[in-house]
């Protein structure tokens, strides 16, 4: 069974760092596109970042420049550094494993494995 976890929330203060691993088992994660999505109370699930299986990678506009994708040395991970964290970057932070087509990388239901999520908080 495919399960992914993600590890690596927690509280920090506006401006600090944090890292969130994604590791996957049952499948090898160098052949899926990997994202991070997340979700603040009351809102839907939005795209975050995500790496392709080429290695590319593509970020929503509000992490661009802050945040950064990339898979791990350690087989079958995938990190999510977040630097600068602001306030509004407060959410359940879910990475998602899947091989969507470029126009559709942002979209949620193109990706077929979840992890359970992890909770970043970040206070003013």
């Known amino acids: ?25 049952e499948i090898t994660l160098s052949t899926y596109g990997v ?21 590319t990678t593509h970020y929503a506009d509000s992490v661009k420049g802050r945040f950064t994708v990339s898979r791990g040395n350690v087989r079958n991970t995938v990190y999510l550094q977040m630097d600068t964290l602001k306030p509004e970057d407060t959410a359940v ?14 979209a949620p239901n193109m990706y077929g494995n979840w992890g359970q999520g992890t909770q970043v908080t970040v206070s003013s």
């Open 1 to 25: 069974q495919v399960q992914l976890v993600e590890t690596g929330g927690g509280l920090v203060q506006a401006g600090s760092s944090l890292r969130l691993t994604c590791t996957a088992s």
């Open 35 to 55: 994202a991070w999505f997340r979700q603040a109370p009351g809102k839907e699930r939005e795209f975050v970042a995500t790496i392709r299986q080429t290695g």
């Open 93 to 106: 932070y879910f990475c998602a494993a899947g091989r969507p087509i470029l126009s559709a990388i942002r």
